[in-house]
């Protein structure tokens, strides 16, 4: 597994946990629901900024994101 499908991998995870639809979830991030779904399937390069977006709609930090097994 690739590190954009990590990324996106534990995006889906954190977003199921949350109960958030993709729908939802693109509202409160501001980023368009196909970009997620790209996101999460290891489609996209993501920038920083989309990160963070993500992260904080996720209401997450980097630092406990990506301190997960998965990254490692």
Not at 19 to 47: C, F, H, P, Q, W
């Amino acid at each position: 597994m690739n590190i954009k499908e990590k990324f996106g991998f534990e995006v889906k995870e954190r977003q199921q946990q949350k109960g958030y639809s993709i729908d939802y979830l693109a509202n409160i991030s501001n980023i368009d629901r196909t970009y997620i779904s790209d996101i999460e399937k290891g489609k996209r390069n993501v920038s920083i900024e989309i990160i963070e977006k993500i992260l904080s709609a996720l209401d997450t930090d980097f630092g406990a994101f990506f301190n997960n097994k998965i990254f490692k």
